[in-house]
């Protein structure tokens, strides 16, 4: 069966009004984009005080969803469970009668209807889409009954994504623990300063410009295909011979390059693993150890350490998309340890890193699942 569908806007409220800041009361829970996450969880929420935040905010709730209307392409959307404010970029959407809550989130979620936010958007460099057109979608209602059966199956399956991602993410804490206790601490203080020009051959990015696309052949690869401490090659993105050697003219990666993320969301990094043609976007750095001085997984476990994550961060420009200069990185330090110190370091955390491939690989397959389970929920299938 197929459900009916209704406009959005008559089913959703969009509560826009406005909060000024000197309205803002000390204690109030802040919400701004970078406190969602793909995929619609809140990863942190920010008390402030008055006199904190200097523009007007949107007020919200627990009966609302929060929609990200800037870059809508990133799918940022939650569900709250506290009142709070939230940056004029997110929407609060308040469900009327008829519509539960989480099946509005869960279908705001889905690949078609974030690609259909990121067509819709307007705006170059920052785009956004309006609470108008948005009102336009057509969102599938079938009886509240079902959409609550519905939510209830989504969410059971999303509950095994959360626990694949907990323990990548214990992983990593496991990595950045056998950082610490062989390089900082007490021990830190034995180890020089330096900085990353003096230690890689090669520090530079991806091509600036943007690549001829076709429907298959040179995958064309971004910041999004490094996560986790992986460089992935799956993508929808292709291009032709011609663009990868004017890419290979610039720069020609190959195996045991560090990539670290330096646009957009700044600061992952994965060592590539294999050679292999692709093009690069200009989203990510290529850095290329100098043998005998800099181990390639050393070199990438430093970048996910605090001390250097710190001076990221100082050296990120944030006047428009966030972003590091290579002139600025080249001039970061990471805490240089002897080789051999490096290659203990190196045999401790082979295990951890095929450990987190194998998650990868199970995320990977729940993706493709949820997908599935997704489209047949919405279509009325399931």
């Excluded at 195996?255 to 590539?272: C, F, K, P, W």
Aim: glycine share 6%; charged share 20%; hydrophobic share 40%.
């Amino acid at each position: 069966m197929t459900f009916d569908t209704v406009l959005l806007r008559e089913v959703v409220e969009i509560d826009s009004k406005q909060v000024s800041s000197s309205n803002i009361k000390s204690g109030s829970v802040y919400v701004g984009l970078e406190h969602i996450s793909r995929g619609g969880t809140l990863n942190q929420e920010t008390v402030v005080s008055a006199g904190d935040l200097k523009s007007s905010k949107f007020a919200f709730d627990e009966r609302h969803v929060l929609f990200g209307k800037l870059r809508p392409n990133l799918g940022k959307i939650a569900l709250p469970s506290v009142s709070g404010i939230c940056s004029t970029d997110i929407l609060p959407l308040r469900p009327k009668n008829g519509l539960d809550r989480v099946w509005l989130a869960l279908w705001l979620q889905t690949p078609q209807i974030v690609e259909l936010a990121a067509s819709r958007a307007t705006g170059a460099n920052l785009p956004r889409i309006s609470s108008k057109v948005l009102g336009e979608f057509s969102i599938p209602l079938p009886s509240i009954e079902e959409q609550n059966r519905l939510s209830g199956i989504l969410f059971d399956a999303l509950e095994i994504r959360k626990v694949i991602l907990k323990k990548l993410s214990l992983l990593e804490d496991l990595e950045r623990s056998i950082y610490e206790e062989l390089v900082s601490g007490v021990s830190s203080s034995k180890f020089p300063e330096v900085p990353l020009i003096e230690i890689c051959e090669t520090i530079t990015d991806g091509t600036h410009s943007s690549p001829v696309r076709t429907h298959a052949g040179v995958p064309v690869l971004s910041a999004q295909n490094v996560k986790n401490g992986i460089f992935s090659s799956k993508t929808d993105r292709f291009t032709n011979a011609e663009e990868l050697a004017t890419f290979q003219k610039r720069v020609l990666p190959r195996e045991g390059d560090v990539l670290l993320t330096i646009v957009g969301t700044v600061g992952r990094s994965a060592v590539l693993e294999s050679n292999f043609d692709f093009v690069l976007q200009r989203s990510v750095a290529i850095l290329r150890p100098r043998l005998g001085l800099v181990n390639s997984l050393f070199l990438n476990s430093s970048f996910a350490s605090q001390e250097f994550q710190n001076q990221l961060m100082r050296a990120t420009n944030t006047s428009t998309q966030a972003g590091v200069y290579l002139a600025k990185l080249n001039k970061l330090t990471i805490t240089l340890p002897p080789i051999e110190v490096q290659k203990v370091f190196e045999n401790r955390i082979k295990t951890t890193i095929s450990a987190k491939q194998l998650l990868l690989n199970h995320l990977e397959v729940w993706n493709e699942f949820y997908a599935a389970l997704q489209e047949r929920a919405f279509c009325g299938e399931l």
